[in-house]
């Protein structure tokens, strides 16, 4: 009896390790190598990427037919120093990048320190050869280009563009000299030429260098800004996008308007111009938002192809380079997104949230489609995610980034034909307990606003199943943006989807809103009226979900939490502020709480609606709504984010502190808006966690 009961003990002590040890954890789950920066180039099968391991960022390449990923650089520290703008050169020799800055902020070239190393950091420009090496630093600079001989780099430093070997054989210099910011540089075919965009605040102009000698060709200049040179195949034209200057009486703050744009051919012969199309003057019509914005190619067979919003998705289009009717590529109700042009121009490759499935909509897939026939064609299905189709120089293969529910984020490849078989290159970085992990596979749900609009989102299901479990909105940020019904191919939500996995396994419902402002289901969603500053109309769809929540019969409606970053720490504290009696707890990170600030009160001709505008801007603004608030509150900011003001947390937790309430508060010295060290990620990830379970579980009665 005693050796039974001593049996069923030791069973029972084992069935328990088994089951802690089963048990995710934060740093299991974010555990992923996040691949970004993915690139082809010359005429063979190379590609080079960036992966970020735990923080440790180096530069990886492989080549076909096997694409065996081979690790080039030995950064070995989680710094939080970014590796950026991926090139390879055209006869495959060189890989270029930018180390440092924060792409993704405002102001992208600005160093950045979330390390607190007591060295100043930089922006620098590296190459190192394909097959292995010592990197070179070519310069202090960003946005590099290469030259078609693959000997020289191009890049901007200081607002003009700098010319440097590509081997670092001698010190970088000033290319030329020209008025204004000067960016966006393109080589011609022949690397005879560059074209630039001259940036001059209120308007901006093409330019050609073509030597030291001879004066800059200014391309059809207008009082306009122009934008997005593209050469001609032979490189005797260019085609680019006119949009309005910056001026005129002052208009209405509150009513959207539309923006048009045109494309502008011009001969650089002759100097002859010429506008080939004009968009409808309507707000689809209005210049795109969207991952690339314009999509601007001069293809094959004199093709012109773009991406315009104007049927109310968007979508690819192509028109010759004389002008006339423009065709559209892409028929149907979903949205086109990560374009690419292969390096025949031929075809054009992208991801679109369309298949066969009904719930594709919360995925990606991936297309082609030729630059002159809509004749699209599926090369995934499925419900996996696939993004940042690349074609291989010499048109053998597409690589991409790959995820499913359960997959985290990886480089894949595939022959580029339909119905290919896909091939993993990047599994094996993942970690062995990653891969192991057993995740929730979340649900696309659908329900109405309180105006009757539908509002998407995913849903997160505990797998323990209680009576009634504590609820989390996950609010994201942008707030173009769509999270998706797996892994989520940017990093920032690849962490968010982490972090969702990890608070279904501690006994959480969470949902995932997909409110309008966002992307993925059409222009009516993505542009709405009396958005953001100006009413918030958004915020209904945060209440709805609330509310969707707190009718489940499996959710608890006095515990239910909300959370978000960004846009998402905005409508977060506007969820606290407006309905404390529907969200229990919430953590806010860096989110923006007085839109007061950033009303121009001091210009010129002040708007005709200007009283209106600061009377909505204060009702949208969650500092209005603090006398309301009463639920405990965690509010996260890094000090040098360079996309929300640090002191949009300092004005919010100074007006908390005159309350009563449950507030936490979390400061991180010089990091930035997207938690570049992964330190700093996993204590913020840690934090949001701990701050529920104790206000939403260890509460419960």
């Not at 929540?549 to 905005?570: E, F, H, P, W």
Request: charged share 20%; hydrophobic share 35%; with cysteine.
């Amino acid at each position: 009896m005693h050796l039974k009961k001593n049996i069923l003990g030791c069973l029972f002590v084992i069935g328990c390790f088994f089951c802690k040890s089963q048990e995710l954890s934060l740093e299991t789950l974010t555990s992923y190598p996040f691949p970004s920066s993915l690139v082809t180039g010359g005429t063979g099968s190379k590609i080079g990427l960036a992966i970020n391991e735990q923080g440790k960022r180096n530069i990886w390449v492989a080549e076909g037919p096997t694409f065996e990923l081979r690790r080039l650089t030995n950064f070995l520290a989680d710094d939080g120093q970014e590796l950026s703008g991926l090139k390879i050169s055209n006869d495959g020799r060189w890989v270029v990048y930018v180390k440092g800055g924060d792409h993704g902020a405002f102001d992208e070239s600005e160093p950045r320190n979330p390390s607190s190393l007591p060295i100043k950091p930089k922006v620098e420009v590296w190459s190192i050869p394909f097959e292995g090496g010592n990197p070179i630093c070519l310069g202090e600079g960003d946005y590099p280009v290469i030259a078609p001989d693959s000997k020289e780099v191009l890049f901007e430093q200081d607002g003009q563009l700098w010319t440097v070997p590509i081997n670092g054989g001698q010190e970088a210099k000033p290319l030329f000299f020209a008025r204004g910011k000067n960016g966006g540089a393109q080589f011609s075919p022949d690397g005879s030429k560059v074209v630039f965009v001259s940036d001059r605040d209120d308007h901006s102009l093409i330019g050609v260098f073509h030597d030291i000698k001879t004066p800059i060709q200014w391309l059809a200049p207008d009082f306009s800004r122009d934008l997005s040179p593209r050469w001609a195949p032979d490189g005797t034209a260019v085609v680019f996008v006119r949009t309005a200057a910056i001026g005129g009486a002052s208009d209405s703050l509150t009513v959207q308007k539309a923006r048009p744009w045109t494309i502008w051919r011009c001969d650089l012969d002759d100097g002859r111009s010429t506008k080939i199309w004009s968009s409808p003057h309507s707000l689809s019509g209005s210049v795109p938002t969207t991952d690339g914005g314009f999509n601007l190619h001069w293809a094959d067979k004199e093709r012109i192809v773009f991406l315009s919003y104007h049927d109310g998705w968007p979508h690819l289009y192509s028109i010759s380079s004389a002008g006339g009717e423009a065709s559209l590529l892409t028929p149907g109700n979903f949205m086109v997104e990560h374009v690419h042009l292969s390096a025949d121009r031929k075809w054009l490759l992208f991801s679109a949230n369309t298949g066969e499935n009904n719930d594709d909509i919360d995925r990606r897939h991936l297309y082609r489609v030729s630059v002159s026939h809509s004749q699209m064609e599926a090369l995934t299905k499925g419900t996996g995610i696939e993004a940042f189709p690349q074609l291989t120089g010499d048109g053998g293969h597409v690589v991409f980034v790959k995820s499913t529910e359960q997959l985290a984020p990886t480089p894949a490849v595939m022959p580029f034909q339909v119905n290919a078989s896909v091939k993993l290159i990047g599994e094996k970085l993942i970690p062995q307990s990653l891969r192991d992990a057993s995740l929730i596979k979340p649900k696309s749900v659908s329900w109405k606003s309180i105006d009757g609009k539908t509002v998407y989102g995913q849903l997160f299901e505990p797998k323990n199943k209680v009576k009634r479990h504590p609820a989390i909105l996950f609010i994201h940020g942008g707030p173009q943006r769509q999270m998706l019904a797996g892994w989520h191919y940017g990093d920032y939500y690849a962490n968010t989807y982490a972090l969702n996995q990890y608070l279904v396994s501690k006994g959480f419902v969470v949902l995932a809103v997909n409110y309008r402002l966002g992307i993925g289901y059409g222009f009516e969603f993505h542009k709405p009226a009396n958005a953001g500053r100006f009413g918030a109309s958004e915020y209904q769809d945060i209440q709805s979900a609330g509310e969707w929540l707190a009718k489940r019969k499996d959710v608890d409606a006095q515990r239910i939490g909300v959370y978000g970053g960004s846009y998402g720490g905005y409508l977060t504290a506007l969820a606290l502020g407006k309905n404390a009696d529907l969200f229990a707890a919430g953590v806010d990170i860096h989110g923006v709480h007085n839109y007061m600030e950033r009303i121009n009160l001091r210009a010129t001709e002040p708007a005709p609606d200007l009283d209106l505008a600061m009377q909505l801007t204060k009702e949208s603004s969650p500092v209005s709504w603090v006398d309301h608030w009463k639920s405990p509150t965690l509010i996260i900011h890094g000090d040098d984010d360079g996309n929300v003001d640090f002191h949009q947390s300092i004005d919010l937790i100074e007006r908390l502190k005159r309350k009563s309430i449950h507030l936490e508060t979390i400061m991180i010295p010089d990091e930035t808006h997207h938690w570049m060290r992964y330190h700093n990620q996993l204590k913020v990830d840690r934090a949001v966690a701990d701050f529920f379970e104790k206000t939403l579980i260890k509460t419960e009665k």
